[in-house]
């Protein structure tokens, strides 16, 4: 994960990119965290036909896989960083002949989870290492924001570092996968009953999931957009 604020150093990221280093800029672990991502939404009932947003995609570590599991146009990415999102086309889906699948308009830089530029609804979306970066009324904006582009009974997946509901807040917590998380900083720990917060006066659902294999012990947590 490196240093767990860079990626809002949008200037340090694109040095990084420019050094050749935009698989290690996003944490690394290239072939490892994009197959699991890849499983998990297939085990999950992803669909070759379906729309399906990656919210923080980065330099497309899951991106690649997704777009070569996908239907042509189906994919499309979200990232804070404009130079990841340019390594990412350039570099890792040229380098793999998927061109043709991916219109570049379809990565789009953003840090806002503004999605007004949806033109039809998402089916599944994902948001993989993002909200462990993030206090939780980031959530709560994306899942407002979100919920005019994504059509009924959509799923949005969602990690975090998970904590007991008998784990004080304000004390950190060690993971098992060698990530310590805070309440009030940067990487970001929250209950469950937190996401189920969140989704108060909104058309979605959450359902935890738990743990799904994730190298650094992140829990996965299940949004769904009720009609």
């Known amino acids: 994960m490196g240093n767990p604020t860079h990626y809002f150093d949008t200037a340090g990221i694109a040095a990084a990119v420019a050094a050749g280093a935009h698989r290690a800029a996003i944490g690394g672990l290239w072939e490892e965290v994009g ?11 992803l669909r070759p036909d379906q729309k399906f947003l990656d919210i923080g ?3 497309l570590r899951a991106g690649v896989k997704l777009v070569r599991y996908l239907d042509a146009g189906n994919y499309y990415g979200t990232d804070i ?42 089916d599944v979306v994902l948001a993989q290492s993002v909200f462990t970066h993030l206090p939780l009324n980031h959530l709560r904006v994306c899942l407002e924001r979100l919920q005019d582009a994504a059509a009924p009974g959509a799923r949005f997946y969602v990690t975090i570092f998970e904590i007991a509901d008998d784990h004080p807040t304000h004390r950190p917590c060690s993971h098992p996968g060698g990530i310590t998380s805070y309440g009030a900083r940067d990487p970001y720990h929250y209950r469950f009953v937190d996401m189920v917060h969140c989704c108060r006066g909104l058309p979605w659902r959450a359902t935890r999931i738990g743990a799904w294999n994730h190298p650094r012990s992140q829990h996965m947590i299940e949004f769904v957009r009720e009609p």
């Open 57 to 59: 995609c980065g330099s």
């Open 35 to 45: 197959r699991l991502q890849l499983d998990f939404l297939v085990s999950r009932g």
């Open 81 to 122: 960083n404009e130079s990841l999102l340019m390594a990412g086309y350039d570099i890792e889906i040229r380098n793999e002949g998927l061109l043709d699948k991916l219109p570049r308009a379809q990565l789009v830089t953003d840090g806002e989870f503004d999605f007004s530029w949806c033109q039809a609804p998402f």
